[in-house]
T-cell receptor, first 111, second 111 residues
């Protein structure tokens, strides 16, 4: 069955380290999204992509970057992790319409 | 003013009752409306979407949309303890495939 996966599911890192969170989908969806979810803030969009080589900033993109070299993957990189980036990160994809399907999430702790 | 607003709850209803979850949005250009269910520690799961004014029913769930009032709701009939979760309202259609999420309403169904 087609699906969307994220890895790792849990990550503990130290302030200042570079961290990459993986997102892989097998639906062949063009659109992919990264969100973070924090208490009191709901889901906030970090970056998104409408296809290979396309990336766009969302509302909370500072300190994060993405790259899209193929349809299936949109890795999220924290260039220099900060404690404020401790959060749960969700990847989602859609086929061009508005309906988005979410991965299982990555819980990131920055110490 | 938040773009998508929901009462955070918690909303508590007895088993078998109707649960009513509400959402308002600010962008009159919005065209698509979604309800996601999120169990604690899990990712958002799509349960309903609606594009046209009126009601849309799927099993025990009914989504209601009133574009003139910029209001969308979700009714859950015969509520079960397994319906206890956070329900996220999401709005799209004027953001190029992006969704704007409300902060979610926590629903608790008491046996």
């Amino acid at each position: 069955d087609a699906e969307i996966t994220q890895s790792p599911r849990h990550k503990i890192t130290e302030t200042g380290r570079q961290v990459t969170l993986a997102c892989h989908q097998t639906w062949n969806h063009n659109n992919m999204f990264w969100y973070r979810q924090d208490l009191g803030h709901g889901l906030r969009l970090i970056h998104y992509s409408y296809g290979v080589q396309d990336t766009n900033k969302g509302e909370v993109s500072d300190g994060y970057s993405v790259s899209r070299s193929n349809t299936e993957d949109l890795p999220l990189t924290l260039e220099s992790a900060a404690s404020s980036q401790t959060s749960v990160y969700f990847c989602a994809s859609s086929d061009g319409g508005d309906t988005q399907y979410f991965g299982p999430g990555t819980r990131l702790t920055v110490l | 003013q938040k773009e998508v607003e929901q009462n955070s709850g918690p909303l508590s209803v007895p088993e078998g009752a109707i649960a009513s979850l509400n959402c308002t949005y600010s962008d009159r250009g919005s065209q698509s409306f979604f309800w996601y269910r999120q169990y604690s520690g899990k990712s958002p799961e799509l349960i309903m979407f609606i594009y046209s004014n009126g009601d849309k029913e799927d099993g025990r769930f009914t989504a209601q949309l009133n574009k003139a009032s910029q209001y969308v709701s979700l009714l859950i009939r015969d509520s079960q303890p397994s319906d206890s979760a956070t329900y996220l309202c999401a709005v799209g259609g004027s953001q190029g495939g992006k969704l704007i999420f409300g902060q979610g309403t926590e629903l608790s169904v008491k046996p």
